[in-house]
Structure formats: C-alpha cells, structure tokens
C-alpha cells in the first residue's frame, strides 16, 4: 500500500462526506470544522464512514476508536486511518 498522506486522506473523506452522507457534492468542509457535535453529520453517518474508512483504506478501526469525540472533525478521522494503518 502506498504511503499515506494526511491532505490525501481529509481530502477523500470530504468527497465521501459531501456526496453521500450530506447528499450535496461539492459542499466544502473545514478540516477542524466539528461535524458530529455541530448536528451536521448523525450517528448513522459514523456508521457509513467506518465502513467506507475500512473498505477505502483496508484497516480495521475498532467501535471503541470511532467515536463523536475520536471522529469529529475531517482532521481527526485522518488521524485515525493514520493510527490503524501502520
């Protein structure tokens, strides 16, 4: 697997998160932007992104690691693919 690098990884998940959790593709998100405790993204969607996380980039994030606090912004979700991808 090709080294990963984190702008890479925010820049994805915004694809991800603008198209198919927000339904609005294009809709530009802040990297330290909250989305979780801000009401933009629901609990559903941490589901689509774990799923989408563990297909996208082959890891395995675990249920106690994918948390509103772990995953609230596009910075922190890139942290976690980074942590589970070494």
Known sequence: MPELNKTKIIEK????ISESCLKKPGFELDPTEPLISSGLLKSIHLVELAVYIENTYGIYVPDTEFTTQDVNTLDAMAEVVLKYSE
Request: glycine fraction near 0%.
């Open 13 to 16: 998940l915004e694809k991800f």
